[in-house]
């Protein structure tokens, strides 16, 4: 673990919201800070020098479809993933355990049940050691061990990088949680040895992911095994696969405060979270990082994000047809400076690529002002201001 990894800059006097630096080979981070995903080494429809006039810090690159397509061992040869896409800034990929027991199980059926546990266990087989599962694309089978993660994710190359774990299906049974957790704490400590291990050039550190689903018992035996690891990094996993907001806050109540009194000050990571409404609940529990696909994928659905709004509109709607009035309310980005809603309508509605360029730009645009204004308002002891002028409509 490297104490120099992570700095808290300023405390909010009223919750647990905290804002820092997170020190990297690519640059620092200033948190809390979201992370844009970009699965297969590019946020949809972007170019790296629109995140960074976008104003994006870093972004999250998923080992299981780089691994698949086109490969760890091309990125590797090109010097990893900041080289091989044209980005110089902070780079985290995830462990690939998501995606290998979601999309390597094949289509699962959504079920109020535990079966829809036992279907992936048909279709993903669980070993101690690892995991063999189907490769989405062509059927494939492949193996994935906590060792192979690492290896994956060391080639790749990510400043930040996750230890292999299991995420439980939602909803799941006790037992099953449990021995999820479990296989997630073993394999934890074989991800530690595995990235002690391997040796390369590239400075990265590594977060160990707590899980036990929405069991208090679980998460609070998780988090203290865990945050008792030698992990520069901690994250919040399983919290954004179908339970209710309320249940998500649930979650980081039982989590944070452990967390909180671990002599070890080391950043926090949720895992798949950014709805804006979210983004003040994690934020005001301690988190200092999140990812998560909403305002990109969204964008490319036509769904606009606006300031002070917690739910966004529909740009396809007829009343948008003749409106001359800016995409956002009140936002400077460069595509609210130059077009209207009359015209990204249109180009919604004649399905032109450039549609989901503008509306992926401004969103995450207005999801990066955001945390710009968390941060500072965490400075100044107004985290609970800000959080009311946002979330009042």
Not at 116 to 138: C, P
Not at 290 to 309: A, E, N, Q, S
């Amino acid at each position: 673990m490297n104490n120099d990894f992570f700095q808290i800059l300023a405390n909010d006097k009223k919750t647990q919201a905290r804002a820092g630096v997170i020190n990297t080979a690519h640059g620092k981070i200033l948190t809390p800070a979201f992370v844009p995903v970009g699965s297969q080494a590019t946020v949809k429809s972007l170019t790296p020098e629109d995140l960074k006039k976008i104003g994006v810090q870093v972004f999250f690159a998923n080992t299981y479809h780089l691994y698949l397509r086109p490969g760890e061992e091309i990125v590797d040869s090109f010097g990893g993933l900041h080289n091989f896409m044209s980005w110089d800034r902070p780079l985290m990929t995830d462990s690939g355990g998501f995606q290998v027991f979601s999309l390597g199980s094949g289509k699962i059926k959504k079920s109020k049940s535990h079966l829809a546990q036992k279907e992936k266990e048909s279709l993903v087989k669980i070993d101690y050691n690892g995991v063999t599962f189907q490769s989405h694309l062509d059927g494939s089978k492949h193996y994935f061990t906590p060792e192979k993660s690492i290896e994956i994710q060391k080639k790749l190359g990510a400043d930040m990088i996750i230890a292999f774990d299991e995420c439980a299906s939602f909803p799941t049974t006790h037992e099953y949680a449990q021995t999820a957790m479990a296989r997630t704490h073993r394999w934890a400590i074989r991800s530690l040895e595995a990235f002690n291990q391997i040796k390369n050039q590239k400075k990265q550190f590594l977060y160990g992911v707590i899980q036990g689903s929405l069991f208090d018992d679980l998460r609070q035996e998780s988090a203290q095994f865990i945050s008792s690891l030698a992990f520069d990094g901690l994250a919040v996993g399983g919290v954004a696969v179908g339970e209710s907001k309320k249940e998500m806050a649930k979650v980081l109540d039982w989590v944070m405060p452990i967390l909180a009194k671990n002599k070890k000050i080391r950043p926090v990571h949720l895992l798949g979270v950014g709805e804006i409404d979210d983004v003040f609940e994690a934020v005001a529990r301690g988190v200092d990082t999140m990812d998560c696909v909403m305002p990109t994928r969204l964008g490319r659905m036509g769904h606009i994000l606006v300031k002070g709004r917690n739910n966004p509109y529909d740009i396809n709607k007829a009343i948008f047809a003749k409106d001359k009035s800016p995409i956002g309310d009140r936002c400077q980005c460069s595509v609210c400076c130059q077009f209207s809603k009359a015209y990204l309508h249109h180009l919604f509605r004649a399905n032109e690529l450039l549609a989901y360029r503008l509306a992926t730009y401004h969103n995450l645009f207005l999801m990066e002002e955001l945390f710009a204004k968390i941060r500072e308002a965490i400075k100044k002891g107004e985290f609970l201001e800000l959080k009311k002028q946002w979330l009042k409509k």
